[in-house]
């Protein structure tokens, strides 16, 4: 009983935690994707406003902007032209430098996107729309996560102190319910068990005044040892009856 009192109670708690951390993680990363990819296209407005791929003279003022932003926010901000080639980086590591990204390809065939990379950051990518509405070119925002997983981590740690806290609570709860059960059968059976040995002045104790199904058996087993006492009682007169006459 302890033991399906404990399946039945732990473990919908273990699945609620980890559904609520696993929704509470996905809202979080969706937030910084919806975030990035907004953030890109404010990027992207401006620099088809400036013409920043064809017209130089605006260009330097717009990365500084670009730059401000970057260093603001504290992600990397890259200008990629329609070949897929840097033309601008925050980062001023990969200028020159061709990247055939998934989400660059997507951006340049007008799905700008935002997804979750295995190392640990987010890659969000928005078109470059120019003359004629044709992809010219792509923003490209690398952000990391770690800020985001280090939130996560104390939100479970949270989590789990609170479930192990419920789970302490379960098991002292379900461990008195079945000491509630089990007490009292146990004494039935002692009782029981003497009154097959010929002991039928043994009774069961009853206890509480609301009855239930263990009480009720408690003074059943009473009665039927009332009227076994009776009939011993009988059976042992009539046999000295008998022996006397």
Do not use: W
């Not at 980062?91 to 700008?112: S, W």
């Not at 078109?127 to 923003?139: E, K, L, N, P």
Request: net charge negative; hydrophobic share 45%.
């Amino acid at each position: 009983m302890l033991a399906g009192y404990l399946v039945g109670g732990i473990v919908p708690l273990l699945l609620l935690a980890s559904t609520i951390l696993h929704s509470v993680q996905g809202y979080f990363l969706d937030e910084r994707k919806k975030v990035l990819l907004s953030q890109a296209n404010v990027i992207s407005g401006q620099v088809t406003s400036s013409e920043f791929l064809f017209d130089e003279e605006n260009r330097s003022a717009l990365e500084e902007t670009i730059l401000e932003t970057s260093q603001e926010k504290n992600f990397r901000v890259m200008i990629l032209d329609s070949s897929c080639l840097v033309t601008y980086d925050t980062g001023y590591e990969d200028v020159g430098k061709t990247l055939l990204l998934p989400e660059v390809v997507q951006a340049l065939q007008h799905k700008d996107t935002a997804k979750e990379q295995k190392n640990g950051t987010v890659y969000a990518a928005a078109s470059i729309v120019g003359a004629g509405d044709m992809r010219v070119g792509v923003v490209l925002i690398v952000d990391s996560l770690a800020d985001v997983h280090d939130i996560l981590g104390d939100i479970g740690k949270e989590a789990y102190l609170l479930l192990g806290t419920l789970v302490l609570l379960v098991l002292i709860v379900m461990v008195i319910i079945s000491k509630v059960f089990t007490e009292p059968v146990k004494n039935l059976i002692d009782v029981i068990r003497k009154m097959s040995e010929g002991h039928f002045e043994q009774r069961a104790k009853v206890r509480g005044i609301v009855h239930n199904e263990i009480v009720d058996l408690a003074i059943s087993c009473n009665q039927m040892a009332d009227q076994l006492e009776k009939v011993e009682s009988s059976r042992q007169q009539f046999v000295s009856n008998v022996s006397h006459e």
